[in-house]
């Protein structure tokens, strides 16, 4: 009896279990390329309904798989380039609607480091991405259990990182959605007022991660914690017993801890474990996360003429 | 400084491609104020549908526009006239020169927002919206589809008899309109030589609001704020002066009052059953099917007791002669051939399912937070009104018979459901998993093929050269429920013919009321 598009939420999640991402300090240098397959995993047997959190026996627990490939090429000195691809499936526990699946949105970012300097015992990086999703497979965004939110993102971030001496590290990012419309199957559709149109505008959102972590002196091991947050500007409730609607006011705040491993067997090869869940939040589900990652990196092209010493690498 | 260009750039371009695409989204269905395509001089002699005719009522002549007192409200209107604020301005161009369109679409939105279903309690039980305490939640009314169909039935008709009083009223009077008394007054709407006295949009606008505050008691101010609003823009458009519309108040209210007291006496207030007489019905049904079907159940966790409006079947109907001479033979048993072929459709959907199916499912879904399958076709005929350019009085018949034949399409289909007590499509095999909500009454016949048919049916016959795209789109909805898995092929292909047969009561109807 319900219409849930409650899994906007694992779009922003998924860069948990990626293996760089738009939000991280990594950078690739010229030529290099780390190509990547990742899996997550998303599951809430409750959501906010507005800011009441209740349970729902018609959807029991709501399973939402990610299934996703993507890479990051160092293309010229300091600029990387992102990109990903997600399969999503969503599949509900209860209920008689039966659940979602398709190839979700692409997103391409460029990354650059933008100040790297010596600071006390340690280094500071500035960094931005600026990037775009785009509804790559034709779903339907306001479907009871949707596999996205059906809008183009475009997504602005800075990134500050401090590397400290003995492996520690922490940094800061924020976001900015600037989002264009979905579209629906339907061409009438009632928010708080009723709107004559498959369009519908979006909400801009922001988000924001405080990660601290530690890496080995070897450069192998590394973990880190996060605490993050979304938040839609405008955007409106769900009403009681009401389905969730793409253009809802989203709100969550999230723990997660992420451990990668490089040069597992061979130089290049990493593997990237990850989980997190949600703590807090409005509008969306109450999710627990985990996912994986397996990438490889290597010499695409010699850049050794652009490199610069100072360009950081991964490892 | 390369790298900071590749960024700056790769943000313009991306903010270029988000803006592009954001824009004002349409509210209402958008039209330019339009010449209509006639005036309909003897619309006042038409058949109405609840009163015996447009004669039921008559007002005391209006003065001379020589009289003082029009003079003043006349020098009111010309102080309007090219000085409206911007609010003005706005108002003038929302409500347009068909005011029956705007009133039928705040029916739909008020339908939308009152369209959920009571939330379960903690304990598990479900409370029911009450009309003596609407504020207190569930909110009253829960607009479900036959609710609705109701308000769109009596709304529809209700503007119609308003209308053909009014024209009656306008044609034995024949005031003119502002702009022909004082030429110095351009109207904000195409001139035309329809009498402005009494106002057909105070008319319509008393009617409606009243109507709607008395289906919808929770919206009583914002249903005042917009009939101000829409009887003001008359004189801001240089349409109407201040006596125009307290004459159409007059005919509206008249109207109204008559509406109020059929409404109170259709049975409307027992189709809603507790579970003790529910329980009967039940047991009744299982009593003579039981042996071919599984009665309905509800399928919610926690299972609603009562299905929705299981004694709608009584509620007095507008056109079909008896409930009997509309209901659908019996569905199949489940043992036969016919039951095995539509349970193999639906488990094939349910597998496979093409995206052009998806598209048609959730185009015709019209199911909780919307305006229904009544509003829906609300608004396909809002569409070809326009383009036939069609005053306010022919788009309130065009309303007033189609959604009164979707209102006994309603009544006769619920008849059906409650008749049969069929089982949904998930209940008889838990293998089939929909793409819609499941809808808490009964399977047999779908709601929304009945509610098409006849809707069809009535348009296609007042706008013949759309007939195939009509019916194009009464198949479309009538096979929707079979791609949404909600609904057996049978359950619609019944629903579709009843729905046809009893649009052609209505349609009878039309051809005898002296508009054709």
């Known amino acids: ?315 | 400084m390369k790298k900071l260009n590749y960024l700056v750039i790769s943000g313009l371009a991306v903010s270029a491609f988000m803006a592009s695409c954001t824009e004002d989204l349409p509210q209402y269905v958008g039209f330019e104020p339009y010449t209509y395509a006639s005036l309909d001089e003897a619309g006042g002699t038409w058949q109405p549908i609840l009163l015996t005719s447009g004669a039921d009522t008559t007002l005391t002549a209006p003065v001379d526009v020589t009289d003082p007192s029009y003079i003043s409200e006349l020098e009111e209107v010309k102080g309007y006239n090219g000085s409206l604020s911007a609010d003005e301005q706005e108002a003038v161009d929302y409500w347009g020169n068909n005011t029956v369109i705007r009133w039928q679409e705040i029916a739909q939105e008020l339908i939308a927002k009152y369209n959920l279903a009571p939330s379960p309690n903690a304990d598990g039980s479900y409370s029911s919206p009450s009309s003596l305490n609407p504020g207190v939640y569930p909110y009253f009314p829960f607009a479900h589809p036959p609710y609705a169909t109701r308000v769109y039935a009596y709304l529809g008709a209700a503007q119609y008899d308003a209308l053909i009083t009014a024209w009656n009223m306008k044609y034995t009077y024949n005031r003119p309109a502002p702009y022909d008394v004082d030429n110095s007054i351009s109207p904000e709407y195409p001139d035309n030589t329809l009498p402005s006295w009494p106002s057909e949009d105070a008319t319509v606008a008393e009617v409606s609001s009243e109507l709607l505050k008395f289906l919808f008691p929770l919206e009583v101010d914002y249903l005042n704020e917009m009939a101000a609003e829409c009887r003001n823009s008359r004189k801001w458009a240089g349409m109407n002066v201040e006596s125009d519309l307290v004459a159409g108040d007059a005919i509206g209210g008249f109207v109204f009052r008559k509406y109020k007291a059929r409404a109170a006496n259709d049975s409307m207030k027992f189709a809603q059953v507790d579970a003790a007489t529910y329980n009967v019905m039940e047991a009744a049904a299982e009593a003579t099917w039981g042996s071919m079907w599984p009665h309905w159940e509800n399928l919610e966790v926690p299972q609603r007791p009562v299905g929705i409006t299981p004694k709608y079947s009584s509620v007095t109907t507008w056109w079909i002669p008896s409930l009997e001479a509309v209901r659908p033979g019996p569905p199949p048993a489940m043992n036969s051939e016919e039951y095995k072929a539509a349970e193999a459709e639906l488990l094939d959907l349910t597998k496979n399912c093409t995206r052009e199916q998806e598209r048609i499912a959730y185009n015709w879904g019209d199911g909780f937070g919307t305006n229904t399958p009544a509003g829906h076709w609300g608004k396909i005929a809002a569409d070809y009104m326009v383009s036939y350019r069609m005053n306010p009085l022919r788009t309130a018949r065009t309303y007033a018979y189609m959604n009164t034949a979707m209102m006994d399409a309603g009544i006769s289909c619920w008849d059906t459901k409650y008749f049969y007590f069929y089982p949904r499509p998930p209940q008889a095999n838990p293998e089939i998993k929909t793409l819609l909500g499941l809808p808490n009454f009964p399977s047999y016949t779908s709601g929304h093929a009945t509610f098409s048919a006849a809707a069809g049916a009535v348009l296609a016959h007042i706008f013949p050269a759309e007939a195939s795209e009509i019916n194009g789109y009464v198949d479309e909805a009538t096979e929707s429920r079979i791609y949404g898995r909600i609904h057996f092929r049978f359950d619609c292909e019944s629903g579709k013919t009843a729905g046809t047969s009893i649009g052609g009561y209505a349609v009878d109807r039309m051809m005898t009321d002296g508009a054709e």
């Open chain 1, 1 to 315: 009896m319900k219409r849930t598009t409650l899994v906007a939420l694992v779009c922003l999640l998924t860069g948990v279990m990626r293996a760089q991402t738009p939000s991280d300090a990594v950078m690739m240098n010229p030529g290099e390329i780390c190509i990547d397959l990742h899996y997550g995993h998303s599951a809430w047997d409750e959501y906010w309904e507005g800011d009441s959190l209740r349970d729902n026996g018609n959807i029991g627990t709501l399973n939402t798989s990610i299934y996703g490939t993507g890479f990051m090429l160092g293309l010229i000195n300091r600029v990387n380039l992102l990109a990903s691809l997600p399969y999503v499936v969503t599949n509900p526990t209860g209920g008689v609607i039966s659940g979602d699946k398709g190839i979700q949105d692409a997103s391409f970012y460029l990354k650059g480091l933008l100040v790297e300097q010596k600071l006390g015992k340690g280094t500071f990086k500035t960094l931005a991405s600026i990037g775009i999703s785009l509804p790559a497979g034709d779903y339907v965004p306001d479907a009871p259990f949707a596999i996205g939110l059906g809008c183009p993102d475009g997504i602005f971030r800075g990134i500050l990182h401090y590397d400290a001496d003995m492996g520690l590290y922490g940094r800061v990012d924020a976001g900015y959605h600037l989002r264009g419309s979905a579209y629906l199957d339907r061409t009438y559709y009632y928010t708080t007022q009723a709107y004559y149109s498959d369009q519908v505008d979006m909400p801009n959102a922001t988000d924001y991660n405080v990660t601290v972590g530690y890496i080995t002196k070897n450069k192998h091991f590394k973990a880190e914690a996060v605490y993050g947050g979304l938040t839609t500007f405008d955007g409106f409730d769900i009403r009681r017993q009401d389905g969730g609607f793409p253009s809802n006011d989203m709100e969550m705040s999230r723990v997660g801890v992420n451990l990668e491993y490089y040069d597992l067997f061979v130089k290049g090869l990493a593997i990237h474990a990850g989980g997190g869940m949600v703590l807090t939040g409005s509008n969306v589900g109450k999710s627990t996360m985990f996912g994986g990652a397996i990438s490889y990196q290597f010499p695409l092209w010699d850049g050794r003429d652009n490199k610069k010493s100072e360009t950081p690498e991964a490892k």
